[in-house]
T-cell receptor, first 113, second 115 residues
Framework: DAGITQSPRHKVTETGTPVTLRCHQTENHRYMYWYRQDPGHGLRLIHYSYGVKDTDKGEVSDGYSVSRSKTEDFLLTLESATSSQTSVYFC????????????FGPGTRLTVT | GENVEQHPSTLSVQEGDSAVIKCTYSDSASNYFPWYKQELGKRPQLIIDIRSNVGEKKDQRIAVTLNKTAKHFSLHITETQPEDSAVYFCAASNPDGGSQGNLIFGKGTKLSVKP
């Protein structure tokens, strides 16, 4: 599992509330990614990081922000959750020294009511 | 930007038969093509990948072929078993470009292997 964990694993929140999801890794991965998975859409990249304090947007970044203040943690924040952000969120990381092989965390199921 | 199309969306085969899933990509600069398997409620798991400097790669019952000219690549599973039942995703990226290896995924193929 490339040492990747996510928390929480499940969360139910109300529209308009802020939500932060955490991705933690223990194997010094440099590159980290946040994806969302929705039926009929596959996996879509939200944001990614190529080092501490170095982040950039993916294809579906609107409504999301990220932060990476240390190598092991990559945080995804929904500033004001909407029902359209109900999804399963996966964190991924590439092995040290490569951007090729990405390995995924166990996922967080987020429901916005 | 890159666009990846994956077919079929569902595939049902008898145990022991072969299964083939096809993907096409749009960006000729893409040079890395992984395949992921996702069982129900689990994380996607990398099962095989291919880089553009080779045309075919095998790992036991799984193989991937790449046609750079036509911009398509395929996953082949031989002697299918019930435990092969899952959703399979293809993806493409250009790790040597400016996108830091971001993967663009196809929408997935749900494979069902009937005993």
């Amino acid at each position: 599992d490339a040492g990747i964990t996510q928390s929480p694993r499940h969360k139910v929140t109300e529209t308009g509330t802020p939500v932060t999801l955490r991705c933690h890794q223990t194997e010094n991965h440099r590159y980290m990614y946040w994806y969302r998975q929705d039926p009929g859409h596959g996996l879509r990249l939200i944001h990614y990081s190529y080092g501490v304090k170095d982040t950039d947007k993916g294809e579906v970044s609107d409504g999301y922000s990220v932060s990476r203040s240390k190598t092991e943690d990559f945080l995804l924040t929904l500033e004001s959750a909407t029902s359209s952000q109900t999804s399963v969120y996966f964190c991924a990381a590439s092995l040290p020294g490569t951007v090729y092989e990405q390995y995924f965390g166990p996922g967080t199921r987020l429901t916005v009511t | 930007g890159e666009n990846v199309e994956q077919h079929p969306s569902t595939l049902s085969v008898q145990e022991g038969d072969s299964a083939v899933i096809k993907c096409t990509y749009s960006d000729s600069a893409s040079n890395y093509f992984p395949w992921y398997k996702q069982e129900l409620g689990k994380r996607p798991q990398l099962i095989i990948d291919i880089r553009s400097n080779v045309g075919e790669k095998k790992d036991q019952r799984i193989a991937v072929t790449l046609n750079k000219t036509a911009k398509h690549f395929s996953l082949h599973i031989t002697e299918t078993q019930p435990e092969d039942s899952a959703v399979y995703f293809c993806a493409a990226s250009n790790p040597d470009g400016g996108s830091q290896g971001n993967l663009i995924f196809g929408k997935g193929t749900k494979l069902s292997v009937k005993p």
